[in-house]
């Protein structure tokens, strides 16, 4: 089996597969990804592959630039959305908005 390209934790997978989320933020050890790209999808908790999607755009934002719309991709509140990137990234402020549509 081909290993897959990104993951997601788990709770984030039936928003990606309804299309309720449709960005990823992420820190610069995956800022590489480009428009275009086609990546297998996993879960990260244990990397089952679970869908394709494609890079459909990609640009950086900090903590402070995170607006109501990001918050809407990510199908969760502005005031959610800070605090799951903080938890994930904490002392981070640099992050690369990944947009995405399932294939």
């Given at each position: 089996m081909a290993p897959?390209?990104?993951?997601f934790f788990q709770r984030f997978q039936e928003?990606?597969?309804a299309g309720r989320k449709t960005i990823t933020i992420r820190d610069a050890s995956e800022s590489?990804?480009?428009t275009g790209d086609v990546l297998r999808t996993g879960?990260?908790?244990d990397d089952v592959y679970f869908?394709?999607?494609?890079v459909t755009?990609?640009?950086?934002?900090?903590l402070?630039?995170?607006?109501?719309?990001h918050a809407q991709q990510e199908n969760m509140t502005l005031r959610q959305l800070r605090t799951v990137i903080e938890e994930i990234?904490?002392?981070q402020n640099q992050f690369y908005v990944i947009e995405f549509k399932c294939l």
């Open positions: 897959n390209d990104i993951t928003d990606i597969l590489h990804f480009k879960r990260y908790e869908c394709t999607i494609e755009g990609t640009s950086t934002v900090t402070d630039t995170l607006t109501d719309t990234y904490p002392g």
